[in-house]
């Protein structure tokens, strides 16, 4: 079974601008949750979707959304770029929502903010 | 609110020893999950061992074992005889039928030739 892709995996944006993620979940998988992980603030839960619904969400700026299509894969949109958005984006995916299903990560997507 | 704490940023383990990272966590739910992971150098996030709350025996994964105390909260993560591919950041997380998943900050592995 393939696993949780994420594409791109590198991007460079300059500030203002806005950036589009994409994570395809393990086949089977309808919960898929994002994650930002910098040096400085660890790995910190964005969003969490589950059956094109957003489940839950952390605390970050209304500049970061999400959504989930009916094929389960879910985009994120970051926009207004700042140079604190720099970082390692994770996607995981699991069966279901329930603390029960494990999350299977993606390899990131590394974005870079000039 | 939820709370993980892994209160070792980073550990240094002989080849073929043992080492235990630590965790301790904090939640109000009754039902909540317990996760390892482990991240290598190259970012990706690697699934080591689960364990449920409603579990009574400890998880065990191959050369991983979870020493779940539920009392005390903690969940620390056993290495068993050591390798050096197992050189990497380990994170513990939690996981609620209510709530989001919350990670600890990590711990840093490093193992010694």
């Known amino acids: 079974k393939a696993g949780v892709t994420q594409t791109p995996r590198y991007l460079i944006k300059t500030r203002g601008q806005q950036v589009t993620l994409s994570c395809s979940p393990i086949?089977?998988?309808?919960?898929v949750s994002w994650y930002q992980q910098t040096p400085g603030q660890g790995l910190q839960f964005l969003f969490e979707?589950?059956?094109?619904?957003?489940?839950n969400k952390g605390n970050f700026p209304g500049r970061f959304s999400g959504r989930q299509f009916s094929n389960s894969r879910s985009e994120m949109n970051v926009s207004t770029l700042e140079l604190g958005d720099s970082a390692l984006y994770l996607c995981?995916?699991?069966?279901?929502?329930?603390?029960?299903?494990?999350?299977?990560f993606g390899p990131g997507t590394r974005l870079t903010v000039l | 609110a939820q709370k993980i704490t892994q209160t070792q940023p980073g550990m240094f383990v002989q080849e073929k020893e043992a080492v235990t990272l630590d965790c301790t966590y904090d939640?109000?739910?009754?039902?909540?999950?317990l996760f390892w992971y482990k991240q290598p150098s190259s970012g990706e996030m690697i699934f080591l061992i689960y364990?449920?709350?409603?579990?009574?025996q400890n998880a065990t994964e191959g050369r991983y074992s979870l020493n779940f105390q539920k009392a005390r909260k903690s969940a620390n993560l056993v290495i068993s005889a050591s390798q050096l591919g197992d050189s990497a950041m380990y994170f513990c997380?939690?996981?609620?039928?209510?709530?989001?998943?919350?990670f600890g900050d990590g711990t840093t592995l490093t193992v010694k030739p």
């Open positions: 939640t109000s739910d009754q039902s909540y999950g």
């Open positions: 995981a995916s699991s069966f279901r929502d329930r603390s029960t299903d494990t999350q299977y």
């Open positions: 364990q449920g709350s409603y579990d009574e």
């Open positions: 086949s089977g998988h309808r919960s």
């Open positions: 979707y589950f059956s094109e619904t957003q489940r």
């Open positions: 997380a939690m996981k609620t039928n209510a709530g989001k998943s919350t």
